[in-house]
């Protein structure tokens, strides 16, 4: 059993691929991950990953192009109080502490890092209950020898009963708040303002004040998926222990609401700034992380049409579409539009079969005009006798065209329709066999009289001829050879 990691691509996919040859455990079943090619694509290309969902994002959201250049990382971003000259006490001393920096805390977002604080969530999922976890502060002298720690790599043992749960939360918090950047980055703070803004219409089109939660999953789904590998793998651990948090809040007293006032700061607000700085964003803010937490199950799955275009990227067709990405596909009126397509399908069938009919009479057409054409020689007499031998040389479920003619039985072969066609006139057509009894020969009109003096070819094989009329048999006979041959000769 053989097994592929799934660090080759990014650090938060969660997927398992197993290759078994033994076939005692082939019945069993298969893990698939959905966005194992959106990981793959992100991974390999993300050029194109990136400009696939930001395309997305601006269907979703309105960003001019100063903010959409800050997205991308074109632009440096402009942030609130950026620009401002004060410089009040909050701010310099936020300043002065990043500047000293260690190994894990106040050092830019690494593998390492987030290695060294899932102990801290992993121990906190394990201790829910405390009341105002994440509110109320812990010792500094505990939380300094566990910074310290931390910092130093040594292993910590948590369970060990040395550091209290309110000790881990604060330290968490601080991990945080001593990033270069915003869990969330810089770069995407207007999109997250702009995302808050999304309220639903009414039947008139007018813009309510009710947030349009489905649009505002769909934004967050496709802006997550465009943060950095270690930024999105932080923040998925975070917002499931902040799910969990609020789920047990009749115990430690912490909702989804008073959670994001005290996360805000740390993954969303700029740095550097102050609340003066925000002003009325404030409550987008804190309203955005709340939404975060209570929908943190669903933000970090790729929207469908992402994973197909990804998928499609890497196999080219639908053949191998997980029934995953089939059932999220599917729209409920799939189903009636099925025959509309199946009477589409054969509507198309019937014109293709039509147009190649039409070809091949066409072609056929052309081939008799060049062989009646040529001069009289024993190969034009071998061609015309090759139309004759093959009446049926039609195109697959062609019906054969029969001559309007009420009065005469003509010819059903293909090869007779089209010198009807192109000469304009009968064509004798000798059909042997010989278990049936042949047809009369047909001649030109002005024939007909003398043939009917001499009587029909079967009549005359049929009787037996006495001695004294077999050379007026025999005379009718050459008149009536003399006067077929003409015929043939002048088709």
């Known amino acids: 059993v053989s097994f592929f990691s799934p660090s080759l691509f990014s650090s938060d996919a969660v997927c398992n691929f197993?290759?078994?040859?033994?076939?005692?455990?082939?019945?069993?079943?298969?893990?698939?991950n959905p966005d194992f090619f959106v990981e793959k694509l992100r991974h390999e290309k993300p050029e194109v990953f990136t400009e696939l969902v930001v395309s997305n994002i601006t269907r979703l959201i309105d960003l001019p192009g100063a903010e959409l250049a800050q997205l991308m990382g074109e632009e440096d971003p402009k942030l609130p109080g950026?620009?401002?000259?004060?410089?009040?006490?909050?701010?310099?001393?936020?300043?002065?502490?990043?500047?000293?920096?260690?190994?894990?805390?106040?050092?830019?977002?690494?593998?390492?890092?987030?290695?060294?604080?899932?102990?801290?969530?992993?121990?906190?999922?394990?201790?829910?209950?405390?009341?105002?976890?994440?509110?109320?502060?812990?010792?500094s002298i505990r939380q300094q020898i566990l910074k310290d720690a931390l910092n130093s790599g040594t292993d910590i043992d948590l369970d060990s009963g040395e550091f209290h749960s309110n000790d881990v939360a604060t330290l968490l918090k601080m991990f945080l708040g001593e990033l270069p950047e915003p869990l969330l980055t810089h770069k995407h703070f207007h999109a997250h303002l702009k995302i808050a803004d999304l309220m639903l219409f009414d039947e008139k089109g007018n813009k309510t004040s009710t947030p349009d939660k489905e649009r505002q999953i769909e934004a967050l789904?496709?802006?997550?998926?465009?943060?950095?590998?270690?930024?999105?793998?932080?923040?998925?651990?975070?917002?499931?222990l902040l799910y969990q948090t609020a789920k047990k809040q009749d115990k430690n007293k912490m909702s989804a609401h008073n959670?994001?006032?005290?996360?805000?700061?740390?993954?969303?607000?700029?740095?550097?700034?102050?609340?003066?700085?925000?002003?009325?964003?404030?409550?987008?803010?804190?309203?955005?992380?709340?939404?975060?937490?209570?929908?943190?199950?669903?933000?970090?799955?790729?929207?469908?049409?992402?994973?197909?275009?990804?998928?499609l990227h890497y196999l080219g067709s639908r053949a191998h579409t997980s029934k995953d990405d089939l059932d999220l596909l599917t729209s409920p009126g799939s189903k009636e539009l099925q025959p509309l397509k199946s009477q589409k399908r054969s509507r198309l069938d019937t014109c293709h079969q039509e147009e190649t009919q039409q070809r091949t009479e066409e072609a056929l057409k052309e081939l008799f005009r060049h062989v009646h054409n040529m001069p009289d020689s024993a190969k034009k007499k071998k061609l015309i006798r090759q139309f004759n031998k093959h009446p049926t040389a039609l195109t697959p479920g062609s019906?054969?065209?029969?001559?309007?003619?009420?009065?005469?039985?003509?010819?059903?072969?293909?090869?007779?329709?089209?010198?009807?066609?192109?000469?304009?006139?009968p064509v004798i057509l000798e059909r042997k066999s010989r278990d049936a009894t042949p047809e009369p020969e047909r001649v030109s009109k002005e024939n007909v009289h003398l043939l009917q003096k001499c009587g029909s070819p079967a009549h005359m094989s049929q009787a037996k001829l006495k001695s004294s009329e077999g050379r007026k048999e025999e005379s009718c006979r050459r008149m009536r050879a003399h006067l077929l041959s003409k015929d043939s000769s002048s088709l």
Request: glycine share 6%; net charge positive; aromatic share 8%.
């Open 221 to 240: 789904q496709l802006l997550f998926l465009i943060l950095p590998a270690p930024n999105r793998s932080l923040l998925k651990l975070l917002l499931d």
């Open 399 to 425: 019906d054969v065209p029969t001559s309007p003619a009420p009065r005469r039985t003509r010819s059903r072969s293909f090869s007779g329709l089209i010198k009807r066609k192109v000469l304009g006139t």
């Open 82 to 139: 950026a620009n401002s000259t004060a410089s009040g006490f909050f701010r310099s001393l936020m300043s002065l502490k990043r500047k000293e920096k260690g190994v894990v805390f106040g050092s830019p977002l690494t593998e390492e890092g987030i290695a060294q604080v899932s102990q801290l969530i992993e121990y906190l999922h394990k201790n829910l209950r405390a009341e105002g976890l994440f509110r109320v502060p812990g010792n």
């Open 18 to 32: 197993v290759i078994c040859n033994d076939s005692s455990l082939r019945s069993q079943p298969i893990i698939f």
């Open 259 to 311: 959670l994001a006032l005290m996360f805000a700061p740390h993954i969303l607000w700029p740095r550097n700034v102050t609340a003066n700085d925000l002003q009325e964003n404030i409550t987008k803010l804190n309203n955005g992380v709340t939404f975060m937490i209570k929908h943190s199950q669903k933000l970090f799955k790729a929207p469908a049409y992402i994973r197909e275009c990804a998928r």
